[in-house]
């Protein structure tokens, strides 16, 4: 069964730090896509990358990157140089292609405060 | 308006009572998605959807029931409410299939006294 775990509850770091949200995910499918989303405190929900396990590349987006590496089945995010406005819970999620198709399992969230 | 759209957005109830949450989406995706979410549980999927008719149960389906006779709409009843219902709900929709981004409404606060 596909499982995601993001270790670390609550992350607090003060603006201008570089903070990297771990994940790790278990699945036994050779296909399979990993995401992040994002939850301000407004509650809404951010998509914000999709991966699939064919493309190990790390992608870089402004301010955000991610890592992800098949050989420790982790899939980071880092935000260089953290605002305010970047506080919310983070979800990452994953999907397996052949065995559940169309269901996302999410992680528990890391509730990332960032103070001025 | 564009995008997905839920209602209510907040609703408290007695238990016992039947209780419909709705969701539209104009994006005429085909895929759309029921998760609860839970303080130490993350977003658990409750039911989604392929097409019209097309339904199927994911992690927590007991207790609720959904039905999907146009492609644009999903509701999710609580055929007679609990406390443990007590949730933040979300819909989801998605061009193809969930391993394409899914994108959330915003959420139904439920509160089963």
């Known amino acids: 069964a596909q499982k995601v775990t993001q270790a670390q509850t609550e992350i607090s770091v003060v603006e201008k730090e570089d903070v990297t949200l771990d994940c790790v995910y278990e699945?036994?499918?050779?296909?399979?896509?990993l995401f992040w989303y994002k939850q301000p405190p407004s509650g809404e929900l951010v998509f914000l990358i999709r991966?699939?396990?064919?493309?190990?590349q790390n992608e870089i987006s402004g301010r955000y990157s991610w890592n992800f590496q098949k050989s420790t089945s982790s899939f980071n995010f880092t935000i260089t140089a953290s605002q305010v406005v970047d506080s919310a819970v983070y979800f990452c999620?994953?999907?397996?292609?052949?065995?559940?198709?169309?269901?996302?399992?999410f992680g528990e969230g890391t509730q990332l405060t960032v103070n001025p | 308006d564009a995008g997905i759209t839920q209602s209510p957005r907040y609703k408290i109830t007695e238990t016992g009572r039947q209780v419909t949450l709705m969701c539209h989406q104009t994006?005429?995706?085909?895929?759309m998605f029921w998760y609860r979410q839970d303080l130490g549980h993350g977003l658990r999927l409750i039911y989604y959807?392929?097409?019209?008719?097309?339904?199927d149960k994911g992690e927590v389906p007991d207790g609720y029931v959904v039905s999907r006779s146009k492609t644009e709409n999903f509701p999710l009843t609580l055929e007679s409410a609990t406390r443990s219902q007590t949730s933040v709900y979300f819909c989801a929709s998605s061009e193809f299939r969930g391993f394409y981004e899914q994108y959330f409404g915003p959420g139904t606060r439920l509160t089963v006294t």
């Open positions: 994006w005429s995706h085909s895929y």
């Open positions: 999620a994953l999907s397996e292609a052949e065995t559940s198709g169309s269901r996302l399992t």
């Open positions: 959807s392929a097409a019209a008719d097309i339904t």
């Open positions: 991966r699939n396990s064919f493309d190990e």
């Open positions: 699945t036994r499918d050779t296909t399979y896509y």
